[in-house]
Structures are given as structure tokens and as C-alpha cells.
């Protein structure tokens, strides 16, 4: 991994501001592989302008010690993979953990001193009931993390899920995904979370500023197979295939696939889906210069359904409260 980050940045010098380390679950490393990958990174890179550095844990996969040096290394955020604390649910999604492990997880990174603290939780899972899902929103603001992502559980091809859906095992239901959308956004918005994404809720001032960045469109290097990356308008996915991605780098050689240079249409599209899940908004401008008739029509029709509204003394457009619960959808309509 290092020695991929090393080809990008002789080729592009980065001002890294943020740091994201996920996609899989890096507390798994032991200790000593750990260490070498976070001091490695350091070392590799001027990290001066470093503003967050966010690493996903899942329970049951570090202790206070390894805790303790994760911080040490500069470590500054945590999103910890809970996804419920219903026994029955995270058996249905697979997971290794039980409640009792989440909460003594979140309990170490605490007294280990991370800046923030987020926990992740899915609903819309099979047999999740309203109240299980309160129940989960209940235990959330009885631990008050800093940040709350909760996702609404999809089938996405090639995984396990999907498959699992397909045979009939898993449902989908889009009146109970609406319900316990609201049911989140009430609770925590009612304890003092922004809503600032679809999916995120913070405490004031410990949104994700690397998503945020993102969702901006700001230039972003992914590494590691089948990392995607965008930078200086050129975008490339990393080799899926690990046994390949690591014997190319450790020859030198390009692990670069699928390459492609983006247009001004392709950003501008991407600015309105990405920009629209956050609170802000997508800008007017954006959305509506160069539009053609039907497509001004179209942003008129859903402002006057309610999915639509303005802000920012109307140079912002953003998704209403009933547009939120149907993000893809009204997404769709205006791309």
C-alpha cells in the first residue's frame, strides 16, 4: 500500500488534509503491521496539514492498548461499525460481534482519547422492527457518540447480500425504509445531531470533513486494490485483483485501471448527485446554467411537490425534509 502512495505522489506532490483509512476493517492488523502502516505513512508523506484522520474499527477487534496507539500515531477519528445493538439483527447481517462487545469497543476508544468518536448503524434489515430500531436510536443517545451514520441496508451486485435476496431470504419494504428514515432524523435531530448528509448526523463541529471534501468534489487518492481515485480531473480505479495489484507494485509498475479523463459536463453532474445529500444543497447555478428548458422545468415541478426548497437567500437548492426520504430518486430526475 505504501509503495503504491509512493508512485502517486512522485508523480502529483499532495497537501494531504484528510485521511480515510477503511473499506475493509485496518483494527484486524495486528499491532505490529498496524504501526508499520500508520508511521509508514507518515514518513512517506509531509502530513504538516494533516486536519483529520479518520480509521475504521469494528468491535472485538482491538483492545485499550492498540487503542491507545492508534491515537499515539495521529489517529484523530474513529468510525466504529456497530450496526445495531439487537443481537438477532447483527446476526441476520453477518456480524461477528455482540451488543455487549459494540459498547465496551466504544468505551475504550473513549478512554483512549479520540478527538471524535462516530458509530455506524443499518436499518431496513429483515425482521428489523420500529421498535428495534428505537431501541438502537435510544441506545445511541444513552453513549452520545460524536457522529452517527445510519444506513439504509441495499443490495448491491456481487455480494452476499444480493444473492441472499435474490433466494427470497431478505426483503425489501420501501414504507418501512420511510419510517425508520423519519424515526432517525427525529431522535436525533431532537438530541442536538445535525442532519448534515442523508446518511450522517453530527454533533456540532465533528462532521466528516473528509466526506464533506467529497462530496465537494475535491481531488481524492485511493489506495490499495480497488481503490478509485480522482485527481487534477483524471480518475482511475486501482486493480482489484490483490495478488495482481501487489506483485505489480512491487515491481514499480502501474497498478492504473480503467483511466479516464472527466468533462465538464461529468463534474457537473457529480456536483449535483453528491451535493444534494448534503444539507447545503447543490448551488443554483450549478444545477440550473446551461440546463435545458425541460430540466428548469423539472427542478420548478419538484420545488412546487415540496422535494425540493431554497436556501441561502435562494442560491442554494436543496432536498426538503420529504425530499430527503427520496434522495435517489429526485436525484434521478434532475441528472
Not at 485527481?231 to 492504473?256: C, F, I, N
Amino acid at each position: 500500500m505504501l509503495a503504491e502512495f509512493r508512485q502517486h505522489v512522485e508523480v502529483v506532490p499532495l497537501a494531504l488534509e484528510t485521511i480515510f483509512f477503511g473499506g475493509g476493517t485496518p483494527t484486524l492488523l495486528s499491532p505490529a503491521h498496524l504501526e508499520s502502516l500508520l508511521s509508514g505513512l507518515a514518513e512517506a508523506t509531509d502530513l504538516s496539514g494533516l486536519r483529520e484522520w479518520t480509521l475504521e474499527a469494528n468491535p472485538a477487534t482491538f483492545d485499550l492498548k492498540k487503542a491507545k496507539r492508534m491515537r499515539q500515531l495521529g489517529v484523530t477519528r474513529i468510525s466504529l461499525g456497530v450496526q445495531s445493538w439487537q443481537a438477532e439483527t447483527l446476526k441476520t447481517l453477518g456480524r461477528d460481534h455482540s451488543p455487549a462487545e459494540a459498547e465496551t469497543a466504544f468505551r475504550i476508544l473513549r478512554e483512549a482519547g479520540f478527538e471524535s468518536v462516530g458509530i455506524d448503524l443499518m436499518f431496513s434489515v429483515p425482521g428489523q422492527t420500529l421498535d428495534h430500531w428505537r431501541a438502537d436510536l435510544d441506545h445511541i443517545l444513552a453513549l452520545r457518540p460524536d457522529h452517527v451514520s445510519a444506513y439504509n441496508l441495499t443490495y448491491e451486485e456481487d455480494t452476499e447480500f444480493l444473492r441472499r435476496h435474490e433466494r427470497g431470504e431478505l426483503d425489501t419494504d420501501e414504507d418501512r425504509d420511510a419510517n425508520l428514515f423519519d424515526l432517525a432524523i427525529d431522535t436525533l435531530e431532537g438530541a442536538g445531531y445535525r442532519h448534515y448528509e442523508i446518511s450522517n448526523y453530527a454533533l456540532p463541529g465533528h462532521e466528516s470533513l473528509h466526506n464533506q471534501a467529497y462530496w465537494n468534489g475535491a481531488d481524492f487518492l485511493g489506495i490499495g486494490p480497488g481503490a478509485v481515485s480522482t485527481v487534477q480531473g483524471r480518475r482511475w480505479k486501482s486493480l482489484p485483483d490483490t495478488a495482481v495489484w501487489v506483485s505489480r507494485v512491487l515491481a514499480g509498475e502501474s497498478v492504473e485501471t480503467e483511466v479516464e479523463a472527466l468533462s465538464a459536463t461529468d463534474r457537473r453532474i457529480e456536483a449535483i448527485a453528491l451535493q444534494l445529500r448534503t444539507s447545503l444543497g447543490v448551488s443554483a447555478k450549478t444545477l440550473l446554467d446551461g440546463a435545458d428548458p425541460m430540466a428548469v422545468k423539472r427542478v420548478k415541478s419538484l420545488t412546487e411537490e415540496g422535494y425540493l426548497e431554497t436556501a441561502n437567500n435562494e442560491t442554494q437548492l436543496r432536498l426538503s425534509r420529504k425530499g430527503r426520504a427520496l434522495a435517489d430518486e429526485v436525484t434521478a430526475e434532475l441528472i
